[in-house]
């Protein structure tokens, strides 16, 4: 394995107790990411995408097995280290956008720097680049719901690049978009991409997963895949 | 600062999200405070007003009544109905039998009169008092112009009469009214002197009065089975107080006629013990104040909980998404715990207002010098930052310790 692996994940596995019967969503899953990969996961439903990018992202806790994210052990961390982790080193963004419904896209996407402690003055002015940077300088005193689809999904690709993050998770960030509109957020990831992000996708269509040129396909918590994409998109 | 408004924005958004319930755990919370401040203020202005009148009475002053003066939890009414009347011919054997070394003075009085100067007359609530020359040395109030009742004015029966602020004002608008012929009854009385003004106790204007000649007043207003004479004696000194109280309790059975084991027909009161009595009336005030508040105050802790753990669980995820990008545990119980005390301190702050108009009003009203103490708006305002704090800490920790992605999946 790799040392210098952005991400490492060792006998990964994740068991959901429901009563009588234990749900395996993850199975002993060892895997690493390096900088700047572009890294699409695949599979079915129910297959372990979203769990797996929770425990990536440090949304979630395995119930076994150990997570190095650059050379730290996530598993011995407390809440506020992986709050920190979560401010400053990781970028989400979610199927269903999960934007606040009654604050306007400044305000969304200025939100992790208020937890960073960074100046108000600074925030705004530093979400206003970050709207800007997505194609938003005419909407920025829109709340979400006076949205698009396609907008509301970029108020959350800013939020998730507002604080410099090295690693950006999408899960299906197209899922709830129009083909057309989810070509335009993938070419936003391209770009991020292209400028020395480390991208990690969630999807199970074909065409989205195309972007990546790295994919890994799991099928009920266990990877069966992991191959370099020959002809991606946008070369 | 920005955080601040962003949170009060925050509290009124719980509040308009439920309404109704908001509406009625504010309004628990408006009658907490009130109740408890209103109590408060209340006890220290009754008790401001009533000490300054000790304090002006003197403390080696005391009363003989039949019937006591205040009575706390009705008292034994028909032991009193059938005690003697205290009647001049008491009041003379009484004050022979103390000698003439002790001040003692008789007084009566009797209320509703109309007091004429020409066309001039004051409204049907005059108090008239009657009483003797010694009357001036024990009570507290003063001759302003004009002379006060002399042994002569008594013993020849004179028409003289001595007339308060508010019957001058009335009837001598414009006039020195010493010299000058008054009518009570249509009995002609000349003015030989003025009271100072003494203002209102307890919403009763002391200066709505005419003195007269005890002999007077029992002759012409009050017949001699209902002629009830207060006795006042006071002491040259707090030493020899309890020895005349003695005295007078042993003048007054011999008076009586009354049997070593009977017990007495009257009571016997000083200042202190009128001012003790008054003080169990205000700290039985004080105390249900308090006690009733504090139980809505109780209510208002449980419905505000009940309203943040609501607001929690609709905003699960928005708290989500906070615990997302970053938001640590502190900042969210933080959060909610200032979005709860904004919501008390609203309750609170409205409870004060109306606490301060109601005390204003008493005020007007009874003429007690309300003193509304920063004292009592500081401490309401802090036992709603306590009940904020005390309501809000559960609900808080239940919203810092959601799952993230629990709360991310929440509908
Ligand atoms: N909170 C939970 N409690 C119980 N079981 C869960 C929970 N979350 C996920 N699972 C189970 O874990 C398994 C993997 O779920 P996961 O959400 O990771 O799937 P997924 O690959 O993202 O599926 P989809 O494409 O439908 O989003 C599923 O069988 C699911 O039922
Ligand atoms: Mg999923």
């Not at chain 1, 005193?141 to 006076?146: D, G, L, T, V």
């Not at chain 2, 109780?298 to 997302?324: P, S, Y």
Request: charged content about 20%; aromatic content about 8%; hydrophobic content about 45%.
């Amino acid at each position: 394995m790799d040392n210098n692996a952005l991400i490492k994940i060792d006998k990964i596995t994740k068991v959901y107790n429901m009563g009588m019967t234990e749900v395996y969503a993850l199975r002993e899953i060892t895997m690493d990411v390096k900088r700047n990969e572009y890294l699409a996961i695949m599979g079915p439903s129910g297959s372990g995408k979203t769990t797996l990018m929770s425990i990536l992202g440090c949304l979630d806790s395995p119930t076994s097995g150990q997570y190095f994210l650059e050379n730290e052990e996530v598993g011995s961390m407390n809440d506020n280290q992986l709050a920190e982790i979560r401010n400053k080193r990781v970028g989400f963004v979610f199927q269903t956008f999960n934007l606040m419904p009654r604050a306007n896209c400044i305000k969304n996407v200025e939100l992790p720097l208020i937890y960073a402690g960074v100046p108000q003055e600074e925030r705004i002015e530093r979400a206003i680049k970050a709207l800007e940077s997505v194609g938003l300088g005419d909407r920025m005193h829109h709340k979400p719901p006076e949205l698009s689809g396609g907008q509301r999904q970029r108020v959350a690709i800013a939020r998730a690049l507002i604080n410099n993050p090295s690693l950006i998770f999408a899960d299906e960030p197209t899922g709830n978009l129009d083909t057309k509109t989810g070509e335009e957020i993938m070419h936003l990831f391209y770009e991020l991409w292209k400028n020395g992000n480390t991208i990690i996708l969630v999807t199970h269509e074909e065409d989205i997963a195309r972007h990546a040129r790295r994919i890994i396909k799991l099928r009920d918590g266990l990877i069966i895949d992991d191959y370099i994409n020959q002809n991606p998109i946008y070369a | 600062m920005e955080r601040l408004l962003d949170t009060i924005r925050q509290a009124f958004d719980s509040i308009r999200s439920q309404k109704l319930r908001a509406f009625f755990t504010l309004l628990s919370i408006v009658i907490g405070v009130f109740a408890i401040m209103f109590a408060g203020s209340l006890v220290t202005s009754i008790d401001t007003t009533v000490q300054g009148q000790i304090d002006a009475l003197g403390e080696n002053t005391f009363f003989i009544f039949r019937i006591p003066n205040i009575m706390l939890g009705g008292g034994d009414w028909h032991k009193y109905a059938r005690r003697p009347l205290i009647n001049q011919k008491v009041y003379n054997s009484f004050r022979d039998k103390m000698g003439s070394n002790v001040l003692v003075t008789g007084m009566a009085k009797s209320a509703g009169y109309v007091v004429k100067h020409n066309i001039l007359a004051t409204d049907p609530d005059v108090t008239l008092v009657g009483t003797d020359e010694n009357y001036f040395l024990t009570s507290n109030y003063d001759v302003q112009d004009g002379r006060a009742l002399t042994k002569t004015d008594i013993e020849y029966k004179k028409d003289v009469a001595i007339i308060g602020n508010d019957v001058i004002v009335k009837i001598f608008p414009r006039e020195n009214p010493i010299g000058k012929t008054i009518k009570i009854n249509n009995r002609p009385y000349t003015v030989i002197g003025t009271l100072k003004p003494k203002g209102a106790l307890l919403g009763q204007s002391q200066d709505n009065l005419v003195i007269l000649p005890l002999s007077q007043f029992l002759t012409y207003f009050a017949s001699d089975w209902w002629s009830d004479i207060t006795i006042i004696v006071r002491a040259p000194d707090k030493i020899s107080l309890s020895y005349l109280i003695d005295e007078a309790v042993g003048s007054m059975r011999i008076i009586r006629n009354l049997e070593p084991w009977e017990e007495n027909d009257f009571e016997i009161e000083t200042n202190q013990s009128l001012a003790d009595q008054f003080g169990s009336l205000t700290g039985f005030l004080s105390y249900f104040g308090f006690f009733s508040g504090l139980i809505a105050l109780l209510a208002a802790g449980v419905g505000i909980t009940n309203i943040m753990l609501i607001t929690v669980k609709e905003r699960t995820r928005e708290i989500g998404i906070r615990k997302a990008v970053g938001a640590k545990k502190r900042w969210i119980v933080s959060h909610f715990i200032f979005e709860t005390i904004t919501l008390t301190m609203i309750g609170g702050s409205v409870g004060i207002f109306f606490g301060i108009l109601a005390g204003g009003l008493l005020g007007i009203l009874a003429g007690t010098s309300f003193v509304l103490s920063i004292k009592w708006i500081i401490i309401s305002l802090s036992i709603s930052l306590v009940l904020g704090l005390i309501s809000g800490v559960f609900p808080a920790y239940r919203a810092a310790s959601l799952d993230p992605v629990e709360a991310l999946r929440y509908e």
